[in-house]
């Protein structure tokens, strides 16, 4: 058998080199026994492309069906590394575990500019920037998440009920709060008046807020005034839930600030002699109240 240097020139049996690129056409024709070497080293048959000890993947139906069940997008099975973006997903799906490190107080691993681990806390949620315990302390230089609001002075509906929905707020900036009235039509208070001289009134003859109460006293002595979660104007001895004390021919303001008071039921005003339950007077009141 032929002889094959280490330099990969081929040879005859006679030691004589021959000229063409694998020995087939060359000074020791008559000798050369049909071996010559391969361009990855090996040593093949004459006409082979590959020898023994090497595989061709693309004659290789396993490694074949391997690469495409992992990488190629028309293979994608439960097996393979590549998923479809709406692809539902399945018991038995595979891919590649995206790892994360765990630090339970936030730390660098990498110098500025380089390619950096993901970090998780004791939960395994990723850490993000801006995110502080409820309770931890304020340490300046801390970073937070800027919250956006929506412009709504007109205090538009922005969302169904039970949807989530932005936090509304004036053109300042001022966020708006649940049952704070405002010049808008659909939240201005609404007004119950006095047109003759009266002893009690129903203000509102259901569930709402009182804000304000003005009541002029014309009687030559003093009196008191009674509020009643009620829609009617109750009987006499009844306990009022608010009392006020109102001197003879006085003005009484009764202020409820912004947030009002709430008449889970109705609202009622009554005079009355007594301070402790409700003795109707006489029509000798003028009453002016704002509510919601």
Known sequence: MGTQQSDGLNWDIDGKFTTGEYGDDGDGNDKWVLWIRAADGGVVPLGAIDDAAEVNPAASATVVALLKGLLSKNSIT????????????????????????????????????????????????LRVVGTHPEDGVHTSGDYGNFVLGVGNTGRTALAANGDYTPLATGLAGEQFHAMVPEANSSWALSNSDSTALEASRVIKSSAGKLYKLRIVNTLGSAQYVHLFNSTTVPADATVPIVVGYVAA????????????????????????????????????????????
């Open 249 to 292: 021919g006085a003005v009484l303001e009764m202020d409820f600030t912004q947030y009002g008071r709430l008449f889970s039921t109705g609202i009622a005003v009554s005079n009355s002699s007594t301070p402790a339950a409700k003795t109707i007077g006489a029509a000798d009141c003028l009453f002016s109240a704002q509510y919601l």
């Open 78 to 125: 439960a097996l393979g590394l590549l998923k479809a973006e709406d692809a539902a997903a399945a018991s038995g799906d595979a891919g590649v575990m995206m790892l994360a490190i765990r630090r339970d107080t936030p730390t660098s691993d990498a110098a500025l500019g380089d390619y950096h681990a993901l970090h998780v806390d004791a939960l395994g949620r």
